[in-house]
């Protein structure tokens, strides 16, 4: 990763580092994500200055192509899910983690968790990472807007649990995923069990 002259102030941190790697459009998208979990966790009652930087870091490893991050998940012996040796870029999720870690000093571990899970959620997620998992999915940053917004949005009336899993089966069920990763599938199977 490029090293930067730190300010201290993690926000304006995270876009100089974006920028200088011409990833401008995923500051914009981290800021729209950062936003909807701010308003996901007033819902919720969840803590809004961890959430809003959960949305801010979770793709900081935007900064790292797909390549190397697969070359640093085997040097480090991690486990590699069949999803990740099929598209490496899922690594990101953990990449993101690490660099929010090593680089942005962050120990929290509900923000390190939320982080590493926000695009395959786990099994037993807490509220910050399903908090996350949704103010990704509902932040779209593809062309046009998110087909399961409705779906999402009014399941988020609910509950977390209930936004999570109506994701999960919306996107299952159109055929957008790409390929299962372990931990989504342990994560849907848990979903279905309670909500």
């Not at 790697?21 to 800021?31: A, L, P, Y």
């Not at 996901?40 to 200055?49: N, Q, T, V």
């Not at 779209?140 to 999570?164: H, I, K, M, R």
Request: charged fraction near 20%; proline fraction near 4%.
């Amino acid at each position: 990763m490029p090293k930067l002259n730190f300010t201290g102030n993690i926000i304006a941190d995270i876009q100089s580092l974006l920028y200088l790697k011409n990833k401008e459009s995923t500051f914009i998208h981290s800021k729209a994500v950062a936003e909807m979990n701010i308003k996901i966790a007033a819902k919720y009652g969840l803590d809004e200055s961890i959430c809003e930087l959960c949305g801010y870091l979770h793709d900081i490893s935007a900064v790292i192509p797909p390549k190397d991050m697969m070359v640093y998940a085997i040097k480090n012996s991690w486990y590699i899910d069949e999803a990740e040796k099929m598209y490496p870029f899922l690594l990101h999720q953990r990449i993101s983690k690490v660099i929010a870690q090593e680089d942005f000093g962050i120990t929290d571990k509900r923000i390190l968790s939320a982080i590493s899970h926000h695009t395959t959620l786990k099994t037993k997620p807490s509220a910050y990472d399903m908090a996350l998992f949704i103010a990704d999915k509902l932040a779209w940053d593809q062309e046009g807007g998110a087909p399961f917004y409705a779906t999402v949005s009014n399941a988020l009336n609910q509950s977390l649990e209930a936004a999570c899993l109506a994701y999960m089966d919306y996107i299952v069920a159109h055929k957008m995923i790409l390929y299962p990763h372990k931990w989504f599938e342990e994560g849907m199977v848990f979903l279905h069990d309670i909500v």
